[in-house]
């Protein structure tokens, strides 16, 4: 167990917070920690008949479009149920039928403390994407074999999805097929 004896917040901005920790270690040393702090998150695993919507978007950090499950940031005092309704409608105009959520992640333990709320949801479409400001996503209908082909073969690289997605269908292969 590692104490922290010192904070310094470096940052505070609109998606996270930036902290230096001075922490005391299991052997009575010291050490720094940086940490990012995160509201948390939620994405969707949907599906429309026997397509997987996913979005598309550019993304600045790693300067390439990228094919992703619809997700979004917790606003303040939001369930998470809320925001996976509201954030899949922004971005692909559809609602779920249902959500069951599948599991909650922790994206890099190692040095953030975000968590995403991953959920399942048959899907149908009930308006135009209506994404934020400045937000530029596109919805994407895919067969699931080819998106977990697209996970295998390095083509599908985020986090979230490929955690979203085989948690999902982990074990029914055979329910991919056409």
Avoid: N
């Amino acid at each position: 167990m590692e104490l922290s004896i010192g904070k310094e917040e470096i940052f505070s901005g609109r998606v996270l917070k930036l902290e230096k920790h001075t922490v005391t270690l299991q052997d009575g040393s010291t050490a720094s920690r940086e940490v990012v702090r995160h509201s948390g998150a939620v994405a969707i695993v949907a599906v429309s008949g026997s397509k997987l919507l996913l979005v598309k978007q550019f993304r600045f950090p790693v300067q390439k479009s990228m094919l992703e499950i619809p997700a979004g940031k917790l606003d303040a005092g939001e369930s998470p149920e809320e925001c996976a309704r509201r954030e899949l409608l922004e971005e692909t105009g559809y609602i779920p039928k249902d959500l069951r959520k599948l599991a909650t992640i922790e994206t890099s333990p190692g040095f953030s403390d975000e968590i995403i709320h991953i959920y399942f949801s048959e899907v149908e479409r009930f308006q135009d994407p209506s994404p934020d400001v400045g937000e530029f996503v596109e919805p994407v209908l895919i067969d699931t074999k080819e998106a977990i082909e697209m996970i295998t073969d390095g083509q599908i690289t985020d986090s979230k999805t490929i955690s979203g997605i085989l948690l999902a269908f982990l074990g029914k292969e055979s329910d991919c097929d056409d």
